[in-house]
């Protein structure tokens, strides 16, 4: 079902965008259009790098209190996602990459995404520490398993 809606998702949207185009175009004339697409390029540039660099000092804050920084991976993601949106002229897309910016819509992504993840901690990370290895950690592999190349 999936294969079947993306291609047709790549079909539509261009024909889609093109008759809000003109729609707008016949509504505030050529040059206001071309004016507001090309705005909305610029601000998606300058909302990916303002909210951007936020989202990266919370992933560096995670990081160090030694948390799994899955919301905030996710909220790059979508920061991203929203800036590239943004910079694709046209207004549907300018419309989606702006919902995607604002903090309760990526939150209540979170929420729906994390309904259907587990998500499992390996442990033997703790903030500012790198993990155990010596003869203690042992990993038991069969023979299938590994194989040596000395090719190299």
Same mark, same amino acid.
């Given at each position: 079902?999936?294969? $079947? /809606?993306?291609?047709?998702? !790549?079909? #539509?949207?261009?024909?889609?965008?093109?008759?809000?185009?003109? /729609? !707008?175009? +016949?509504r505030?004339?050529?040059?206001? =259009?071309?004016?507001? &697409? #090309?705005?909305s390029g #610029?601000?998606?540039?300058? $909302?990916?790098? &303002?909210q951007?660099?936020?989202v990266?000092?919370?992933?560096?804050?995670?990081?160090q =209190? %030694?948390?799994?920084? %899955?919301?905030?991976? $996710?909220?790059?993601?979508m920061?991203?996602?929203?800036?590239? /949106?943004?910079?694709?002229?046209g207004?549907? =897309?300018?419309?989606?990459?702006? =919902?995607?910016?604002l903090?309760? #819509?990526?939150s209540?992504l979170?929420n +729906?995404?994390?309904?259907?993840m587990?998500?499992?901690?390996?442990?033997g990370?703790?903030?500012?520490?790198?993990?155990?290895?010596?003869?203690?950690?042992?990993?038991d592999l069969?023979?299938d398993?590994? +194989?040596?190349?000395? +090719?190299?």
């Amino acid at each position: 079902m999936l294969r $079947l /809606l993306i291609p047709l998702f !790549v079909l #539509v949207l261009p024909l889609a965008e093109i008759a809000g185009f003109i /729609l !707008v175009g +016949r509504r505030i004339g050529l040059f206001p =259009t071309l004016s507001l &697409i #090309v705005l909305s390029g #610029v601000a998606g540039v300058l $909302l990916v790098r &303002i909210q951007g660099f936020g989202v990266l000092a919370r992933l560096r804050q995670t990081g160090q =209190t %030694g948390r799994a920084p %899955g919301k905030e991976l $996710l909220d790059a993601a979508m920061i991203l996602i929203a800036g590239i /949106l943004l910079i694709i002229p046209g207004f549907l =897309t300018d419309i989606l990459g702006l =919902t995607l910016f604002l903090p309760p #819509v990526r939150s209540f992504l979170w929420n +729906r995404l994390m309904r259907n993840m587990v998500v499992v901690d390996i442990g033997g990370m703790d903030a500012g520490r790198r993990p155990q290895t010596g003869p203690q950690r042992t990993i038991d592999l069969d023979e299938d398993d590994f +194989r040596r190349d000395d +090719r190299a």
